[in-house]
């Protein structure tokens, strides 16, 4: 997984447009295989740290994917962002990240927990899925039930988001 994780932090970030060219398809290629094998491991045998870098790395296949050019002479070397996203979703579901952990209500103060890095992951996805509906005018995979802004997500979101994300979702105290 680590592995994968860095080859998709490579493609993501090749993949944006620069005088340079686009990261070589047979790398994002293989980067897909990587992660799609550890998707379909043992996920029982699985520690929350690895399902956390796992996420990730997903989420850094979906921006590298939008980020290929559709109409490009190289083509499409792996699944569209949506199929990432969707993998994404499904991933976050399992993992039950919708959910809000109580440690950080009572007084978890470690940025970096897993708690804390956990609910950052799962805004990340929710903002991408909002993002990725409305670019291509398609219906949302993130229900708007499991996306819930609490008074601990302004300190992660920053002000801000905060105050966006509260209108546009419930809020509760």
């Known amino acids: 997984m680590r592995e994968a994780f860095y080859e998709a932090l490579y493609v993501a970030v090749r993949s944006f447009p620069s005088p340079n060219a686009l990261p070589e398809q047979s790398l994002f290629r293989r980067v897909a295989q990587l992660v799609l094998a550890s998707h379909f491991e043992n996920q029982s045998a699985r520690s929350e740290s690895t399902d956390l870098i796992h996420i990730q790395t997903v989420l850094l296949m979906v921006i590298a994917a939008d980020n290929q050019s559709p109409g490009s002479t190289k083509g499409q070397a792996g699944p569209a962002g949506s199929v990432w996203l969707g993998i994404a979703v499904g991933l976050a579901n399992s993992m039950k990240l919708y959910l809000h952990n109580q440690a950080d209500r009572t007084g978890g103060n470690d940025p970096d927990s897993d708690e804390k890095l956990a609910r950052r992951i799962w805004w990340s996805l929710v903002i991408m899925d909002r993002w990725h509906s409305l670019g291509t005018s398609s219906p949302v995979m ?23 994300a509260r209108k546009a979702t419930p809020f509760r105290q």
Request: overall charge negative.
């Open 142 to 164: 993130v229900p708007d039930g499991s996306v819930v802004v609490y008074p601990e997500d302004e300190s992660l979101l920053g002000e801000s988001l905060f105050h966006l």
